[in-house]
């Protein structure tokens, strides 16, 4: 993903140990928009499942 642009990685050193954090970049959050939204029009949630889910 991080090919693509999706996703940056940062690597940091943290004492002897090496540090990695992703985060989404602009062109990643399109693509989950773009992905997401149709799929959610398509197959809305349930409000009583997520709360049964969550608790």
């Known amino acids: 993903m991080s090919e693509k642009g999706l996703i940056e990685k940062n690597e940091s050193s943290w004492g002897s140990k090496i540090v990695v954090n992703y985060k989404i970049t602009e062109k990643g ?4 928009k773009m992905v997401l939204d149709p799929y959610e029009e398509m197959f809305p949630r349930n409000k009583k499942q997520e709360e049964q889910k969550h608790g």
Do not use: E, L, S, V
């Not at 959050?29 to 989950?32: A, G, I």
């Open 29 to 32: 959050r399109k693509f989950c």
